[in-house]
């Protein structure tokens, strides 16, 4: 077995982890994250929800109950939490525009307004997509873009389809990487006689170098062109968890990808060591400390059962909200279920309670009381409490 | 306007779908008219069994005897619809050595042949058997596709010039002089309606029988009971598994396509309509299912649903659902009605038979049932599950959990001309895997607006009233890696694309 040895050891690659080792990484310290796969941050809209259930996201903080990660965090760490990640986007090619003091509205698929804070810069111009003609183009074949969900619901759009000759967001996104492909869907744009107004595509713009197709197209057509976020797989989600990763490995950290946790080792309220199965030969990492990230039900770090839910990798208490019949409401489209209140609690410093573990953090999802869906703070809450974590961590190391 | 005709049946179940192919082939005209699309009531929601009719032996022996005729003419006549999958009943420790005793005598008297296996003997043959059984007991149970069953009877019927009308609810029964002389129906998205007028109506309307009854000035006895069924991801055994002692919750569980479907509960409903699952039922039949297959216990369950049997009261008692005959009875009204309740699918065939034997009696007619020695017509092109045809063209699915593609989704779309989505879903089984559509609708809803077949304009609420109906059956069986992606779900619908936020 690899024996290794580190100052933190990160668990879960998701936002949040990402943003705890990318904090940790920048400051010097020997860092590794373990991550089992892709995170479910791939199957998002790449946007950054903050606080979608109020018009300031920054005052609406305070109103949340206390026990919410945000007010675990404080404001203030919310705030520099998400400057920072604006910051370290400009740096990696992908920038992300809004303001923290005022979310925003952008176009769904179906034609609906979804409520979000941070957008990268391939959906800047979505804002206000009501104020101005639309023209939508999409691709034949495509399986997860519909164009007439979005001009039955809105007046002023037309609609033509390119043909890429392929189905699926992901074969668009890489078709969208070479320069030739771009070219020739700049010049069947310029061909088309468009009326005034805006361009707006599902999002396929590349994986590789968004900002300068969007330029492109901007500068071929003289026409402001947006994305649309579409359905899992995502375009913008991957090129999200990808800056962040990149960015990571560009601080000196160690990745450990497409490695699961097999074992822990505690001793004397502290983690001493976790044991890693992968495709390689299993190794050990030990640590001075460790930061679980591994995400809620969609990511695995909870797992539910019959009538309980479990903690994969520590086996932590988990808060659950009742008994199994009191985890869902009958309405499908209720602003949140109760289930999704459970998690890790954990004190100020982010250490879960009851597990007498001093060296171990949490962050991201697999907190308590976080109710993502009910107050639409996803990315938002990842960064955020990633970030407080990461610098609770920063307390103990130094 | 108003069309003529000489038999209107009202239900598109299996027994409905059962009377229109026997009329057609006795050379009567007729209209079905259902309310939703076919197999919407019990047949639809059963868990797909072709009794032998061993679990009836015991108690009821008519009925019993009826199942195994019935079973042997369906395996012939019904092919492809039928999956010859043989059963058990297993004994496990505690259950009572009498009633295995009176069951085999039983079966014996009513001519259900039993093998009876050694524990090892029976583990070979379902090696997902708990190893603790006492013993098994081989009978010929077989597992059906109800749906397919239906569609089957109907294309008879249309061939032969029988008109069926689904999606169509019935609103009126005319009545003239106290007699039935037609319906008035209203198209289910339309609202228009249409006028039929015939010679005799026949209630094959199941569990709202009564309902059909009294439209009519006319009463049913009915002793209505709710039974919960739950579905796995996969495959546990390729057997039917009953267990063997009394009738009771959770006793069977019953291999279909790609799943296994495990059931029932049995709980007394006043309505047809508007049926919720406890959670505790789910508890209670997949406590029941593990103790047969321990593998259910920590298998994928994609969702629930539930069904009411159309059971007959019992003249004077309130008897619990179990314990009445699942008999059939034809009544007729005297007043150009006539209704068929009871039963069950594994004899829809022979109650449809007896039905139109009453009805032609009434017209004056006098032509011989064929429907025992033909076999169902549209058999052939049926394509089961060619796994080949359905990866060939991966570019194109749209529906990943069962491979369905876009043409097939085109295809069901222009032979139907249907502006319902659940019409396609039943004909591709689009939205039947484990995601239970939660990806696929949108796609299925998407082309239909591409085709110019639904009109998006109300496609958004087709598709949140496809995902409140969804939820009904996955949330009583929320847990595990169902729960993971019911969460993933909620993610695409609440957080991608915004609904629920007052939109749409």
């Known amino acids: ?398 | 306007m108003s069309t003529r005709t000489d038999v209107i049946i009202i239900g598109g179940g299996a027994t409905g779908c059962g009377i229109a192919r026997d009329l057609a082939l006795r050379g009567v005209p007729h209209y079905l008219v259902e309310r939703g699309d076919f197999a919407s009531g019990a047949t639809g929601a059963c868990h797909g069994l072709l009794h032998s009719g061993a679990r009836y032996a015991v108690r009821d022996k008519e009925a019993a005897r009826e199942c195994i005729t019935e079973n042997a003419i369906l395996k012939t006549i019904a092919k492809k619809c039928v999956e010859v999958t043989g059963g058990l009943f297993v004994r496990l420790p505690g259950d009572s050595k009498r009633y295995r005793d009176e069951f085999l005598k039983s079966c014996e008297a009513t001519g259900i042949e039993t093998v009876i296996l050694s524990p090892s003997k029976a583990l070979e043959l379902v090696p997902s058997l708990n190893p603790a059984i006492e013993e098994a007991v081989r009978v010929p149970d077989c597992s059906i596709d109800p749906f397919r069953l239906c569609l089957l009877n109907a294309t008879t019927s249309r061939r032969l010039g029988g008109n069926i009308l689904t999606h169509h609810e019935v609103v009126e029964i005319i009545r003239e002089k106290g007699r039935c002389v037609g319906i008035r129906a209203r198209e289910r998205l339309t609202g228009e309606i249409k006028e039929i007028r015939g010679r005799i109506v026949v209630n094959a309307s199941g569990a709202w029988g009564d309902r059909v009854a009294r439209m009519a000035g006319s009463r049913v006895p009915m002793a209505l009971s709710k039974g919960s069924l739950v579905i796995t991801n996969h495959r546990l055994t390729n057997v039917v598994i009953n267990r063997l002692r009394p009738p009771s919750d959770g006793d069977i569980i019953v291999p279909n396509e790609a799943v296994c479907l495990a059931g029932t509960t049995s709980i007394p409903v006043d309505s047809p309509d508007n049926l919720e699952i406890d959670p505790s039922e789910v508890d209670t039949v997949t406590t029941q299912a593990e103790q047969m297959v321990p593998a259910f216990g920590t298998t994928r369950l994609i969702r629930a649903y539930t069904g009411v049997r159309p059971l007959l009261k019992a003249s004077g008692t309130e008897a619990d659902g179990r314990s009445i005959s699942r008999g059939f009875q034809i009544i007729d009204h005297k007043n150009g009605m006539i209704s068929i309740l009871g039963g069950k699918l594994t004899t829809y065939r022979l109650m449809a038979e007896k039905t139109v034997d009453v009805v032609m009696d009434v017209l004056g007619f006098k032509v011989p049932c064929r429907t025992a020695e033909l076999p169902l017509e549209g058999q052939d092109e049926l394509s089961g599950y060619p796994l080949s045809k359905r990866l060939s063209k991966l570019d194109d699915i749209v529906c990943e959990c069962e491979l369905v593609s876009r043409s097939d989704v085109q295809r069901a779309v222009n032979a139907m001309a249907t502006p319902y989505v659940g019409d396609i879903q039943h004909r591709t089984r689009l939205g039947m895997g484990p995601c239970q559509g939660g990806f696929c609708t949108y796609r299925a809803l998407g082309i239909m607006q591409e085709m110019g077949r639904v009109d998006p304009d109300v496609s958004l609420s087709i598709l949140k009233e496809f995902l409140q109906r969804r939820f009904k059956g996955i949330r009583p069986a929320l847990w595990g890696d169902q729960l993971r992606e019911e969460q993933l779900i909620e993610s695409i619908y609440m957080g991608i694309l915004a609904m629920g936020q007052g939109h749409g």
């Open chain 1, 1 to 398: 077995m690899g024996e290794h040895g580190y100052d933190v050891v990160i668990i879960g690659g998701g936002v949040a982890g990402l943003t705890a080792s990318i904090y940790l990484a920048g400051k010097g310290f020997r860092t590794a994250l373990v991550s089992r796969g892709d995170p479910a941050c791939c199957l998002s809209t790449g946007c950054i929800d903050v606080l979608g259930a109020h018009e300031d996201p920054m005052k609406g903080i305070d109103r949340l109950p206390r026990n919410h990660p945000y007010r675990i965090a404080g404001r203030r760490t919310v705030i520099d939490a998400l400057e920072a990640f604006l910051g370290l986007m400009e740096e990696r090619g992908l920038p992300y525009r809004g303001s923290l003091g005022r979310n925003t509205g952008i176009l769904t698929p179906i034609g609906t307004t979804k409520t979000t804070c941070l957008v990268p810069i391939t959906m800047e111009a979505s804002s206000g997509f009501t104020t101005t003609h639309i023209h939508v183009v999409s691709f034949k074949g495509l399986r997860d873009f519909y164009p007439s969900y979005i001009t039955s619901r809105l007046a002023n759009t037309s609609v033509s389809v390119f043909d890429a000759g392929t189905s699926s967001t992901l074969g668009l996104a890489t078709k969208f990487d070479e320069p030739s492909f771009v070219d020739d869907f700049c010049a069947w744009l310029s061909g088309l006689e468009l009326p005034p107004g805006k361009i707006a595509v599902p999002a396929v713009l590349g994986l590789k170098d968004p900002k300068a197709v969007l330029q492109r197209i901007r500068a071929s057509t003289g026409r402001e062109i947006f994305e649309i976020p579409t359905l899992p797989p995502s375009v913008p989600g991957i090129r999200l968890f990808r800056a962040l990763k990149d960015a990571f490995l560009a601080r000196g950290g160690h990745l450990y990808w497409g490695n699961a946790v097999a074992s822990v080792e505690t001793r004397s309220g502290q983690v001493e060591a976790i044991t890693m199965a992968g495709p390689c030969r299993p190794s050990r990492a030990h640590a001075r400390a460790f930061i679980l990230a591994t995400g809620s039900f969609v990511g695995g770090g909870l797992f539910a059962q019959r009538g309980s839910v479990r903690e994969t990798v520590f086996d932590l208490d988990v808060k659950v909200p009742g008994p199994r019949r009191d985890w869902f409401l009958n309405d499908f489209f209720s602003p949140g279920h109760p289930v999704e209140a459970s998690g890790i609690e954990v004190d100020s410093s982010f250490r879960p309670l009851g597990c007498g573990l001093k060296n171990l953090f949490a962050c991201g999802s697999i907190l308590a009381h976080g109710e993502i869906m009910r107050h639409r703070c996803g990315h938002g809450l990842a960064i955020a409490t990633g970030s407080a974590a990461a610098r609770a961590c920063e307390r103990l190391l130094s």
